[in-house]
Each structure stands twice: as C-alpha cells, then as structure tokens.
C-alpha cells in the first residue's frame, strides 16, 4: 500500500479546532498542540482527535490513542488525564466540523482528473452559461441554455440536460445525469443519481396502458444531498419538490409529484410514491415503502422496513407493515410472543 489514506490532512490546533466547533478545552494549555487526523475512540492513533457519544464505547477511554476527544460534560471525568478535553453538547456534531478542517476536500465529491475549468474532452453547448470557477470534466455534457453557478463541479461522464439550472457551490457526481431541474447552492448529488427523468405514469386499461407525459419538473433546494444511484422522478403535472437540508441516502426512489419537506432524514433502500407529501424534519428509516397521495406530518418517524399507507400526524413514531404507533408494535409483539411461548408449552405438555 503505497498512500495510507485517500484524503490528505490538514493539521490543527486544538486552539483552532476548539474555536471552530464551539467546544470548550478544559487545558488551555495545551491549545497549541497540533491535531493531524483523527478516528474512532477504540482505534484512533496518535495524534489524532476522536469523540463519545455513546456511553458503551466509554470502556475503550483507558486506551485510547487520541490526543484529545469531545464529550459531554458529564463524561469528562472519565477520559484519561493525557487526553485533552473538548466539552461541547454535542460531541458527535463537533467531532463533524472538526473533520471538515481537518480533511476538507472529503465532504464533497471531487474531481477525479485534477482539471480546471472546462475539459477540452467535455461538450458544452453555446448556449450554456457557465459562471466563474466552474469544473466540467472529461466526458461531461452540458445541454443547451443551461446555465451552472459559481464555484460548482460537473465531474467526469454526468450530463446536464437542456435549460436545467444549478445553483452555486454545486456537485453532480460521477456519471449523474440532471435533466428538467432547477437545483439550488450547495447541492450534492453522488455518482449515478438520476434526476428529472419519467416518472412511473400509466393510463391502465384492459387494451393495455398509455403511457402518460410527464411535464413536470424537479425543484432542489439549497443544501440538498443525495446518495449514490438514487432518483428523482419530475413531476407528471406539477413539480417534484425536495426541501431545503433534506438528506438522501443511496438507493433511494422519489417518484413524480413527491414533495418533501426541509431538513428530512431518507435512509437507503426506502421508497416514496408519487404525489406523497412529508412535511419538515420528517426521518424515513431504510427499507421503508411509502404509498402515494399521503401526507407525512412534521417530524414524524418512520422506523426501518415499515409499509406506510395512511396519513401520519405530525410528531408521529410508526413502525412495521402497516405501520402502527411503535408502542402498539412492541405491545403486539410481546403478545406475539407470549403466545408462541404458551403454545409450545401447551404442545409439551400433551406429548
């Protein structure tokens, strides 16, 4: 193995990284001691920084290798004198930002033939406006009248289509492909997301099924991400509309007409039909189905493989196929359970 790591460091100090995250170093003494990776708690190596969250990984404090670790408070007489403190609420949240300075080219996707500007391998039409500083790499198109932001990237084989817009400080990964979107600032989509193509329409008939035009569009709001070869069906009638924040794990379906709200949680594997609506912070947890023409309250929680099929009140936390209020689930389960277990014992018995 002739490079260690992917990702080139850059070292901080704790001073820096402190004043960054908001945490607060129990030594200031130590502020000037120089951070250059970091890892998780169990296995992070020297000089590096690390974080507990979770209170079942407080064990593996006594052996730590970090230089320094965030914490709660109420954690802080457990981490070992010769590992620095950083206090913060959040521990998890800070221990992100650090990563960010430490390793700031790995939170976003980035060109992968190290050119600038526009490859002389890449078609850009005439008419395609492109602001300063844009990336367009090798193999990438960009459709006619489309028009691409300040400081953003179109990495090797992705196609922009005709008059889509994207924002600034924008990605589209590997092999994406945009088309009939408007797509705000700070966007990341990965390799082989797929935006803005047919949505699923059909006029069933017993003489077959028409196949209905979808007119719509697709509508990315600012600091949208979305996972590896995940889609984005347009709209059929009206738009498909994804929230400002929300976050989209790999594999993920949107069908036509879907809205979701701002800052909502889409976990791989999951699926939402057409014309289904999620409001605000809305978490959707992996493997989990969700039928068309519902709406999803603010803040409701959805838990991992449920079949959602009627409307969710805000606040609301289901789980199973149909979901069901996660207490009535556990309820019914222990039932379940009790049961099998009265039924086996029954069994043993008359033989």
Known sequence: MTHPSFFDPKPRS????????????????????????????????????????????LPHLEQTGATAVFCHEKYADRVP??????????????????????????????????????????????????????????????GEGAAIGRGSHVLAGAVIGANVQIGRNTTVGINASVLHAFVGDHVILHPGVRIGQDGFGF?????????????????????????????????????????????????????????????????????????????????????????GHIKVGDGAQIGGGSGVNMNLEPGAKVIGTPAMPVRDWVKMNMMLKSMVAKSKSGGDKTE
């Open 14 to 57: 704790l001073e820096e990284i402190a004043a960054a995250t908001g945490a607060t170093l129990l030594n200031s003494q130590a502020a000037q001691k120089v951070i250059a990776t970091a890892g998780p708690v169990e296995a992070a190596p020297k000089d590096s920084i690390s974080f507990i969250d979770n209170p079942k990984y």
């Open 81 to 142: 004198k010769r590992v620095e403190i950083l206090v913060h609420s959040q521990p998890y949240k800070a221990y992100a930002t650090a990563l960010s300075l430490l390793f700031p080219t790995a939170a976003r996707p980035q060109p992968v033939t190290g050119e600038t500007g526009v490859s002389s391998h890449a078609f850009v039409a005439e008419s395609a406006k492109l602001e300063s500083n844009v990336i367009v790499e090798a193999g990438a198109v960009i």
């Open 203 to 291: 006029a069933m008939g017993p003489g077959g099924h028409r196949k209905v035009a979808q007119i719509g569009r697709v509508i990315i709001q600012d600091h949208v991400e979305i996972g590896a070869n995940s889609t984005v069906d347009r709209g059929s009638n009206r738009d498909t509309v994804i929230g400002e924040g929300t976050k989209i794990d790999n594999l993920v379906q949107i069908g036509h007409n879907v809205v979701i709200g701002r800052h909502c949680i889409i976990v791989g594997l999951a699926g939402v039909a057409g014309s289904a609506t999620l409001g605000d912070y809305v978490v959707v947890a992996g493997q989990t189905g969700i039928v």
